[in-house]
């Protein structure tokens, strides 16, 4: 299965800022996904990202607040913008195994804002 | 994606067999059963997943009707690191696209007890 790496791994900011949250996966793949978890949720899909074209995102979720790079098939990045405590949450990234189609999670970054 | 039902929460006694149940009664035909779990706040681990034959790996076993509208993920020795949040999924795989997202209920929280 893919190996998949996030950074940073957690983070506290404070509200009005950004950060920017790295993956990276050990294979290509054609898919990767973002999530997010907030406290006590189950995860929420916040957009889809293929290489070469924009994200796909889903509803509720906006390019301008989440914005996201697919520079190649080994790496994506999620930004979350101008945050405020709402975004508190662990964000996750998957992707999709080219062979057998079975979606891989990375361990997430868990972001508290302030 | 066909919704599923899951109970809340299941206890399971460590050594013994953990069977989760999964009702996915308006299941399409090219709908694949995939099962992941969630350790305290860590990213969904893969477990297993199936069309309609049962399957079997390392980790667990899957036993889905003939009629595919239900499913049981089968931890056959539990043990305590197996305490959890397990996800039954279904969803088409091979394509690609926001027709390959996982929707993520509300989970199995099992507990395994000494």
């Known amino acids: 299965s893919a190996v998949i790496s996030q950074k940073p791994s957690r983070d506290i900011c404070q509200r009005g800022t950004s950060l920017t949250i790295q993956c990276q996966v050990d294979?290509?793949?054609?898919?990767m996904f973002w999530y997010r978890q907030q406290p006590g949720q189950s995860l929420t899909l916040i957009a889809t990202a293929n290489q070469g074209s924009e994200a796909t995102y889903e509803s509720g979720f906006v390019i301008d607040k989440f914005p996201i790079s697919r520079p190649n098939l080994t790496f994506s990045t999620l930004t979350v913008s101008n945050m405020s405590p709402e975004d508190s949450s662990i964000y996750l990234c998957s992707v999709e195994d080219n062979r057998d189609w079975t979606q891989y999670f990375g361990p997430g970054t868990r972001l508290l804002v302030l | 994606d066909a919704k599923t039902t899951q109970p809340p929460s299941m206890d399971c006694a460590e050594g013994r067999a953990a069977n989760l149940p999964c009702n996915h009664s308006?299941?399409?035909?090219?709908?694949?059963v995939y099962w992941y779990r969630q350790i305290h706040s860590q990213g969904p681990q893969y477990i297993i997943h199936?069309?309609?034959n049962n399957e079997t790996n390392e980790m667990a076993s899957l036993i889905i009707t003939e009629d595919r509208k239900s499913s049981t993920l089968i931890l056959p020795h539990a043990t305590l690191r197996d305490t959890a949040v397990y996800y039954c999924?279904?969803?088409?795989?091979?394509?690609?696209?926001?027709?390959?997202?996982?929707?993520f209920g509300t989970g199995t929280r099992l507990q395994v007890t000494l």
């Open positions: 999924i279904v969803r088409v795989a091979g394509l690609t696209g926001t027709a390959s997202k996982l929707t």
């Open positions: 294979s290509q793949v054609t898919m």
């Open positions: 308006t299941i399409s035909g090219n709908e694949y």
């Open positions: 199936g069309l309609k």
